[in-house]
Structure formats: C-alpha cells, structure tokens
C-alpha cells in the first residue's frame, strides 16, 4: 500500500494497486475519488493485499442490496468490519451472526426504541438538548463536537442503558475504545492493551447492572439491559458475547447521532444557500436530517464473509473471502442518487440511502438517531442565526467510522 496514497491522482493508480482501505485516506477526506472510479470501472473489486488482508469491495447501490438480501451466501460472521479480532480477545454481538439467532437477540432489545419508547422520549430529549444549547457561549469559538455532539449522544446512552447519569462520560469512552483498533478499522491512536483494559472495565461494570436487574421486575422497564437480562434469547449469553452486544449497543447508539450532528453543522457551512433554504422554510428539517446522514454515512462500512464458493456478476468469489461493502460509495452512486455529491435538504426521495444498512441488519435505532438530530436542529434555529466553523475539523483515523473528531466554531445570536 503506497505510504501516501491519499495525495495521488487515483486516475494514475493501477486499478489492481487500489487498496481503499487504508485509514489514511478518510482521516484526509481523500476517498472520494477512489470509490468514484470504482464505481465507473471495476464496482466489484478484488484488493490483493492490505493491512486488513485481501478484500473484495463492493461499491454500487444495488450490488450491496443484493448482496444484503442474500445471507446464506454473505455471512456476518464472524465480523462486520475489516480488520480480524485478536483471538485472544474475541467478542461476539448479534449484528455479526445470522438469522435465527440474530433475529431473536435483536427482537428482544428493540422495545427500548420502538415508537411508543420514542414518545416518551422525544420531551426528554428535548430538555436535555436545551440544556446544552443554553450552556453554550456566545460569541466565542468552542469545540461542538467535545460541547454539544458528544455531550448529547453520552446523555442518551445513559438513558437507554438506564447508565447512572454521573458517570455517563464512561460510555463514551468505551464507545471510542471498542473503535480504536489499528487491526479492526486502522485507527493507531490507543494500545491493544489498553483498549482491553477498557473494554473489561466496561464489561465488570454491566455485569453488575445485569445482575441487579436481572432481580428486579421488568415491568415498564425498556432499558437495553432490563430487556436482555429478562429475555431468553440472552439467557446462554457467556461473558464475551454480553461485551460484544453491549460495545454493538453502545457504538450504535453513538456514532450515528454523534457524527451527523458535527457533520451536519460542517455541511450547512460548506452549503450557504441551503442553510438559507432551511432559515426560510424550517419545515425542511426532517428531510434535511435525511440528507445529512446521506451525506456523512456515519458507518462507512459493513463486512459479510462468503460463506460458501459463489459467484457475483461474473467474479468468483470463494468461502471464507472478506466482502467489503462500502456504505459510503454506495450513497454517491449516481445511478441510484441524482446529483449525489451535493448536499441538498429538499431532495426528492431523501430517506433512499443505505447509512442505516439494509434488510435483516438494517439499524433498528435509525429514528431515535433521526429524532435527536431533529430535535436539535429545531432547538438551534430557536436560538441562533448561524453555528459558524471557523477552522478546519480534524476527522477520525478508520476505515469504519466516518467521524469528526474536532470542529471548532463559533455561534452568532439571533
């Protein structure tokens, strides 16, 4: 893999020397390119060798739909990302296993953000976003990401796990660990050692909770671990795989809201007249929600593994062949996307991306995600003329999560 590979022309790269993998490439912002000539000329891609092994990449929508649709075929097992885990330290979580026993784990979590849940959480959510916004300063450049993005998201995570309130910052801080991992996404900013000490602290933690939860009654609870700890399909559940559904949980419920609301902010800057669109008509929030995590594709990625010898549009592919499919190329596939690479909050057909994946896999928080970052944008254009960046954001190491790790800006009162 070529040492800076996000500065060449990817029109002079060899097409069998692509490696989009490399986690350079998306902390530069570089990809772009790369997945639009894979697009054009070669959608179904076989890389060789990277830091994450040999991989095939598949990066048009319908390529990836079929390749959703078919689960015998394209496992999720025994990981939805690239990198391999350490063997020594291997968690399971349900987003990474296939039907039946997926379907039955998953449908024992989603009373916690089913749409009667939502309701009652759409007040609290409310105050909770008020709160922030009337802590912030005027006039005076801050982090968003550190102040309203992170902030938000740590609050939620608490609620849903029913996490004590005081201590909430460690649920983010298990999030950005069970992401950081030079083997899995390519992120090198923290050791193997201590991210499992992290992880097993996050562990130690939740196995009280569920131990304590476990004896009490259920009734009326729809927190993640009432739920789990009181269903059967988690009653077998060993200690690695209760980690790995409760990191998939925690990670889910993060990055999606947490990303798109700094990406948001960074969009509206980048698009002036579409800021000026939504100052004029504020009934175009939801749709431009949708637009906004078209655009930021939070989790750029999911793996399947060929489960047996297959073939896909004429390439063979063989059992045990990582399959990359690429969430973030595919919401910039012009022929699924007019226009794809503007960002525009009145788009026709807005919700026809796949940031949220597709079929049995498909984000089951995806409108508690779309709730917050419209109540938050209603909140912010109560308070304010503009959210202003006024430096360059630095944006996450990885190949998984397309993040923003600091965006400085300034807010201009009404």
């Known amino acids: 893999m070529a040492e800076m590979q996000e500065v060449l022309d990817p029109y002079s790269i060899p097409l069998d020397e692509f490696d989009v993998s490399d986690p350079q490439l998306y902390e530069n912002d570089a990809h772009w390119p790369y997945f639009e000539r894979l697009r054009k000329e070669a959608p179904i891609h076989y890389c060789k060798d990277s830091l994450f092994g040999p991989y095939w990449s598949i990066t048009r929508y319908a390529d990836i739909m079929d390749i959703e649709k078919d689960t015998l075929t394209y496992s999720s097992f025994p990981a939805v990302v690239m990198g391999d885990q350490d063997p020594k330290f291997t968690?399971?979580?349900?987003?990474?296993?296939?039907?039946?026993?997926?379907?039955?784990?998953?449908?024992?979590?989603?009373?916690?953000?089913?749409?009667?849940?939502?309701?009652?959480?759409?007040?609290?959510?409310?105050?909770?976003?008020?709160?922030?916004?009337?802590?912030?300063?005027?006039?005076?450049?801050?982090?968003?990401?550190?102040?309203?993005?992170?902030?938000?998201?740590?609050?939620?995570?608490?609620?849903?796990?029913?996490?004590?309130?005081?201590?909430?910052?460690?649920?983010?801080?298990?999030?950005?660990?069970?992401?950081?991992?030079?083997?899995?996404?390519?992120?090198?900013?923290?050791?193997?050692?201590?991210?499992?000490?992290?992880?097993?602290?996050?562990?130690?933690?939740?196995?009280?909770?569920?131990?304590?939860?476990?004896?009490?009654?259920?009734?009326?609870?729809?927190?993640?671990?009432?739920?789990?700890?009181?269903?059967?399909?988690?009653?077998?559940?060993?200690?690695?795989?209760?980690?790995?559904?409760?990191?998939?949980?925690?990670?889910?419920?993060?990055?999606?809201?947490?990303?798109?609301?700094?990406?948001?902010v960074l969009m509206l800057n980048e698009n002036p007249a579409e800021y000026e669109k939504l100052c004029l008509d504020q009934s175009l929030i939801p749709s431009m929600v949708s637009e906004i995590i078209r655009y930021q594709t939070p989790v750029m990625h999911m793996r399947r593994t060929a489960a047996k010898d297959t073939q896909f549009k004429g390439h063979n592919i063989k059992a045990g062949d990582k399959v990359i499919l690429w969430y973030?190329?595919?919401?910039?596939?012009?022929?699924?996307?007019?226009?794809?690479?503007?960002?525009?909050?009145?788009?026709?057909?807005?919700?026809?991306?796949?940031?949220?994946?597709?079929?049995?896999?498909?984000?089951?928080?995806?409108?508690?995600?779309?709730?917050?970052?419209?109540?938050?944008?209603?909140?912010?254009?109560?308070?304010?003329?503009?959210?202003?960046?006024?430096?360059?954001?630095?944006?996450l190491k990885s190949n998984f999560i397309r993040g923003i790790t600091e965006l400085p800006v300034v807010l201009i009162p009404h």
């Open 91 to 264: 968690v399971e979580q349900f987003i990474a296993m296939d039907p039946p026993k997926h379907d039955s784990q998953r449908k024992a979590v989603t009373a916690a953000v089913s749409p009667k849940s939502l309701s009652q959480l759409e007040p609290v959510i409310r105050r909770r976003v008020a709160g922030i916004m009337s802590e912030l300063p005027l006039g005076v450049k801050f982090d968003w990401v550190e102040r309203v993005s992170i902030e938000l998201t740590t609050q939620m995570l608490a609620t849903l796990f029913d996490f004590p309130f005081e201590r909430r910052s460690k649920l983010t801080f298990w999030s950005d660990m069970a992401t950081s991992s030079e083997e899995i996404a390519g992120d090198d900013s923290v050791s193997a050692v201590d991210r499992q000490a992290a992880l097993q602290e996050c562990l130690a933690e939740f196995t009280a909770i569920w131990q304590e939860r476990a004896h009490q009654s259920p009734v009326g609870k729809t927190d993640f671990i009432t739920l789990m700890a009181h269903s059967s399909a988690f009653a077998n559940m060993g200690p690695m795989e209760f980690l790995g559904n409760l990191l998939l949980l925690i990670v889910g419920g993060n990055d999606t809201t947490r990303n798109s609301l700094s990406g948001g």
């Open 328 to 395: 973030v190329s595919a919401n910039r596939d012009e022929a699924k996307i007019m226009r794809p690479d503007e960002f525009i909050i009145d788009r026709q057909g807005v919700r026809n991306h796949i940031s949220f994946g597709f079929g049995v896999h498909r984000c089951m928080g995806n409108r508690l995600a779309e709730m917050q970052l419209r109540i938050v944008w209603e909140e912010i254009m109560k308070r304010f003329r503009r959210v202003q960046v006024v430096d360059i954001p630095k944006r």
